[in-house]
């Protein structure tokens, strides 16, 4: 069974924190991922996607490992608006179509 | 981008009746999908719509409780049949314009079934 496992939260920071989020999945064959973000009640919006190497947007910086299966989302500077779930979403390739697999997600809750 | 459009956003349906969820995508997508979410939880795969063919179903999912019709790229319907209790959750319709490109979510359908 392809699972994705995340730390379900909530994390409860003050603005301008730091935090990080962290996920393991477990089909090493996994080719590209992501990090989504879902507000209370709203559709699930891609946040940025996961490379290798490490990519960073802005305040936002995304880790892979594919040694330890594990993926992270860095948060610097926190603000009331980040303040949403994050899902941790694996690109899975099954004969010849590809699917994506989702965390159940964490919870980020930032405070004034 | 593509900008994903769910009729209708919320039902409230008996048990032993049907509902058709309808997905219209303003652009031309490869690949569309159906999820369910349920409170608490993570999206879970019902199926891949495939133009013109039958739907690809994940483990759990079949075709004769989940009927998906997608007749061209940017539409697609699935039904709930004979609903039950246990169908209560949001369906949401996701579009992708090719394989590496960025997925689309609908605003998502709210079921509930008494």
């Known amino acids: 069974r392809k699972e994705v496992e995340q730390d379900p939260g909530p994390f409860n920071v003050p603005e301008g924190a730091t935090v990080a989020f962290n996920c393991t999945y477990s089909?090493?064959?996994?080719?590209?991922f992501f990090w989504y973000r879902q507000d209370c009640r709203k559709e699930p919006k891609l946040l940025m996607s996961v490379y290798s190497s490490g990519n960073e947007d802005g305040r936002f910086t995304a880790q892979l490992n594919r040694a330890s299966q594990y993926i992270s989302l860095l948060i610097r500077d926190s603000k009331l608006s980040d303040s949403a779930t994050y899902l941790c979403?694996?690109?899975?390739?099954?004969?010849?179509?590809?699917?994506?697999?989702f965390g159940k997600g964490t919870m980020l809750l930032v405070s004034p | 981008s593509a900008v994903i459009s769910q009729k209708p956003s919320r039902d409230i349906c008996q048990r032993g009746t049907s509902l058709t969820i309808q997905c219209q995508v303003d652009s031309q997508v490869t690949m569309m999908f159906w999820y369910r979410q349920q409170p608490g939880q993570s999206l879970t795969l019902i199926a891949t719509a495939n133009q013109g063919s039958e739907a690809t179903y994940e483990s759990g999912f079949v075709i004769d409780k989940f009927p998906i019709s997608r007749p061209n790229l940017t539409f697609s319907t699935l039904t709930v049949s004979n609903m039950s209790p246990e169908d209560s959750s949001i369906y949401l319709c996701s579009g992708r314009p090719s394989s590496y490109n960025e997925q689309f979510f609908g605003p998502g359908t709210r079921l509930t079934v008494l």
């Open positions: 089909n090493s064959a996994s080719q590209s």
């Open positions: 979403v694996v690109n899975e390739d099954n004969s010849g179509y590809s699917t994506l697999t």
